[in-house]
């Protein structure tokens, strides 16, 4: 039978998030015009794999979760996932998440922090004079909850703490993600909505107004194959505003400058969509293809050939105790970007003794 709590919780969310989405539309920002806008990026290599927006794969990834809150379930119960990984001109990258399940309360519980080190840069004046050195970064921190809902549907929440520092240059904010997922076990389909990065900037950079967060709302649907071992992923995301294009007239290179207005509609169109595919050759192995119309044209360049821009690929080996993914996609015209994460079911490698059997690890 449904306990009132789960009743109440699923209540609560159905009546907030129409209100926080609703508030986010009057402030819909064009392309490349929101603060924090590192929060965009996929923060692990099954993501990324996927092309950088998916929120209806429902693999035992906790690192997913990160993404999507109602993605988080109690098989995730002390799976840790780390991702290490170098990005261009010297930018690090850390990714940590974990995964807990209080059986007790019936509830998911998750937290995640992605970290980028932008090295050690010159900090100058208006004029380039060099004042010295500053060492920038970025992070976000967070804390998911998530719990059933009868059979078929999920829900979660995240809450945010995002932090930046460039030198005299610091901001902070918090944010808010809301997810549901609907899945069909019987048909092998997977369904979620999520709103991301509702929230304000609490500091402001120096000499700067409030920016607005980068809010998505994003809507996906996976299906698996009954007879093939294949699942394939349509993934929708900026649903609640129609241009998304760059707006900077030095980089926007539609059809050479001689737009035709349907082929411009239809580009308009299709750069909400992603489309990914996985292939199962045997239970212990993925691979994943994924293609980002948006990230290929901010990436292309008029009058030279930009190769697989958009697209991404990753390989998966899974088994109980460990899961190795890697992948690769580009955020540079035809440079690509190495991506590589580990998950660990820590109650499989690790005991508390007594303690461990009080926290149900």
Known sequence: MLKFSQLSSLRLLIIILPVLVSSSLFAQTIGGSSVFNFLKLPHTPQLTA??????????????????????????????????????YAGINTYHLSFGYRHEKLKTNFGWGLSYFDYGKISQTDAMGNILGAMKPTDWVMQVSVSRSYLQKWNYGTSFKFISSNYGIYRSNGIAMDFGVLFTDTANLVSVSLVAKNMGYQLKKYAGT?????????????????????????????HLHQFDIRYNDTVFN?????????????????FRH?????????????????????????E??????????????????????????????????NNTAYDQLGLSLQLNEHFGLGKFGERIGW
């Open 50 to 87: 996927l092309g950088g927006v998916n929120v209806s794969v429902t693999s035992n990834d906790v690192g997913l979760a990160f993404n999507n809150p109602s993605l988080l379930k109690k098989e995730m119960h002390t799976q840790m996932n780390a991702v290490f990984n170098n990005f």
């Open 209 to 237: 107004e409030a920016e607005e967060l980068p809010f998505d709302l994003q809507f996906g649907i996976t299906k698996k194959l009954k007879k093939a071992p294949l699942a394939f992923s349509f993934t929708a995301h």
């Open 253 to 269: 290179n539609e059809n050479n400058g001689v737009e035709n207005e349907s082929n411009f509609t239809l580009d308009k169109v």
């Open 273 to 297: 969509f992603v489309f990914a595919a996985q292939v199962f050759p045997v239970p212990q192995i993925e691979i994943t293809i994924g293609y980002n119309h948006l990230l290929r044209q």
């Open 299 to 332: 990436l292309n360049i008029a009058n030279t050939t930009n190769g697989l821009n958009g697209f991404s690929m990753g390989v998966g080996l899974v088994v109980k105790k460990i899961q190795v993914r890697y992948a690769r996609t580009q955020y540079q």
